[in-house]
């Protein structure tokens, strides 16, 4: 398989190298069939080339099997890239143009981090939930957007909610098959009792849930209650399925519950072609932490466990999946500690070691 | 003063009792000149009367220093009022006709209840955070809004996202203006990366900080970065402005914290008039909780310090307030407990023993 590797901004390439390192452990030792293709991304690339992603890179995506992606520049902040650029550049960019409408944000409690979380044990014990975040329409591609001036000289800036039946329904099926290969049960978060494009998700996820999938558990739940659920007993989840805003922002409130994001992976996926094939792209939900950048001491396991989604989505090698998932446990399990999900007291290694521990764990 | 009580439904009217108990012991003991006027709002109302909520009590409003409100029905599970008559006397009626754009909701951590809480002790100690959201524009009430017909016969959900100039200046003033009187740090709350409304909110609210409040401290946060920070530090927050709907998540979010939203009190408060009074709303930050209602389990404490902030932004009688607020902590050191800020273990009472408590601690 072809792999296209964008490890962009910040700590992006730190944490890719030690993902990098993991992947050719599975070709190397496993058979994984692999070309790898590395290109720069973000404001890194920006610098060089004056591009956040030339044509070229696109042309590599195109005809790649997946995307491998660190991090993108908080661009807003540095001022550095106009804005035509960045929309033509970015992450987002990637996600319309290869219609990646399923986002997977897998969050589970490794036990040996319960004393890292602000949470406490009896809260966090056994969370295993996975969201399915709508990722092409809704609030980040509605229009009409913008700044519009009003009679008085004044402005007003308007973004646009959005939602067909169509987008809806394939990201509430694919939230009902994930389910039925876990514990079965689905929750769809919405504000159908504010927003008429809220009520429209609530029928839609409830008919194809009757009509297609009355074996799968369901529960519909508002977007603030829903935030509550998480902290007071985020257990109670399994598969949670919502539009891209809420997504975006109840995953990462999930995702607080272990401690550190930069545990964490994610999936984009698009439906199956033809020969049954997704387009796919994998990165950590972090962000390009500047702060920590360059100091070699960021969590790479976000970007491991990204693997480990590949392999399962992209590869079809659950088997090298699961192997990768254990390895990481059972690094975790024998200490290995990144300062990010560092309990007081407890010692710290830093990105490449991490990246040893997972590839002892995985030979052993 | 004239002060309207709308019980509401569900949980609404136990705690609101007892609300009422404590406003009329600072009518007979401290003086407070008050004038109450009951009328039944929501479900109840349509119940008997076939109107969520009759003009005599709009007029009844109109003329009134200040609303304290219990809860609302979940509406739209039950399906008993038209999608009509809903929006006329629903809270969104409410909090528009009057225009209170400010909705304040104060999250303390009472250091008695850190048992209670699903967040470790050292997460929570010294937790004193307020929301300014706005509320009477955003996702709320932006158009257009509604489900349309597409030419092949499906449908689509839309929801407008709008903020004016002048709807986030004021909602900025007020939050810079807050924070003054507290520890003069204000957070901005959007999703500027992605939104331009987002990114005008954060423009309107730079300028003024840097023209109007140049003495306050100020940061800007994206939204998903802030229910991060809510999860992690939330020590670090002292006032935060943000939308309607931010506001919505952000805000329960934040009450999660304390372990219970039982506890959570909030004012909506309009600019004020020429005689510099407001317009101005109270309740609780809970729901109708309809699986608990008619029990006389609810915590009634939500609704009390509601009556506290009324103390302090209608009547005028801050140090009232401040020995109301004083008095639901001392009965919570004593070990006053309601089952949803029960500790495992810990003896539980009733709502109104919950205001006996609270009337013993203000008489002592
Ligand atoms: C970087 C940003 C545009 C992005 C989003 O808001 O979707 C990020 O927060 C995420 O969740 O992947
Ligand atoms: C009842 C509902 C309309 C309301 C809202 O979404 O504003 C509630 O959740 C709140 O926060 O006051």
Redesign the interface.
Known sequence: MKVVVLPGDGVGPEVTEQAVRVLRWFAQHRGLDLTLVERDFGIVNWHKHGTLMPDETWAQIEGADAILFGATG???QQGVVPPEERRKGSL?RMRKALDLFANLRPVRMPPALTEA????PR?TAGVDLCFVRELTAG??F?TP???ET?PDG?????????????EIARAARFAFQLARTRRNHVTSVD???????????REVVGRIHREEFPDVGFENML???C??Q???APTRFDVLVTDN??G???S??A???IGS?GMLPSASLSAPDAAGRRRALYEPIHGSAPDIAGQGIANPLGAILSVALLLRWSAGRPADADHLEAAVAAALARGARTGDIAAPGEAVIGTSAMGDAVLAALAA
Chains 1, 2 share one sequence.
């Open positions: 908080s661009i807003d987002l979380s602000p949470y406490k809260i609030m980040y509605g957007r913008g700044v009003l004044s402005r007003r800036g308007i973004n646009t909610h959005s939602y067909t039946e169509a504000k159908a009792n504010v927003m008429e494009a809220g009520a429209l998700w977007a603030d209650n935030a509550i998480l902290a007071r805003l809420f975006d922002l109840l990462d409130a995702g607080a519950i994001l």
